[in-house]
């Protein structure tokens, strides 16, 4: 379903965006984000998104909207998470919403560009200074808050510590690693 949902906001996005009235594309959105959000989509899962809560201290702290965050640091919680035990997933992924065809770590590589190229391609900054971020002032604060109230040293993806949130926020100054 979460794939279905991926899939419905790729094709979408960018004709509302192109097309701001374009009822079809506002429905199907509007629809995507419901489904997304109203909790179903995490039935019988023990963990939710790890990037949310990440992001959440980002446009706590910072005068950017949830989305924009989203967009600047899901690339690269992706690399992040990317692992022997999560490639087949992340390979899924690459195969159920992008298309890509190869073996595992090819796909899963391949998929984790294809989000950020697409988020880039909506016109989304993509990195923290994109949004005048840029100075590392907060990013302890933000990340201690960020593993205590998203519990993700013990129920994220792929757990992560203070240090591994700070060195996202850090990743996420700069657009290495991305082609």
């Known amino acids: 379903m979460i794939e279905g949902i991926m899939r419905a906001v790729i094709k979408w996005a960018p004709v509302a965006i192109e097309e701001p009235n374009n009822y079809d594309a506002r429905a199907n959105l509007m629809w995507a984000s419901t489904m997304a959000l109203n909790g179903l989509v995490r039935t019988g899962e023990r963990n939710g998104w790890t990037v949310h809560p990440i992001e959440h201290e980002l446009s706590a702290y910072y005068d950017i909207t949830h989305g924009v965050g989203l967009g600047i640091l899901t690339p690269r919680w992706m690399k992040f998470a990317l692992n022997e035990q999560t490639e087949a997933k992340f390979a899924r992924f690459g195969r159920q919403v ?82």
């Open 98 to 179: 992008w298309g890509l065809k190869g073996d595992d770590d090819q796909v899963a590589q391949a998929a984790i560009q294809a989000t950020y190229d697409w988020v880039k391609s909506l016109g989304v900054p993509t990195t923290l200074p994109g949004v005048d971020i840029n100075e590392e002032t907060h990013f302890v604060p933000m990340a201690n808050s960020a593993v205590k109230v998203g519990h993700l040293e013990q129920q994220a993806y792929v757990p992560m510590t203070s240090d591994d949130v700070v060195a996202l926020y850090q990743a996420s100054m700069t657009t290495d690693g991305f082609e």
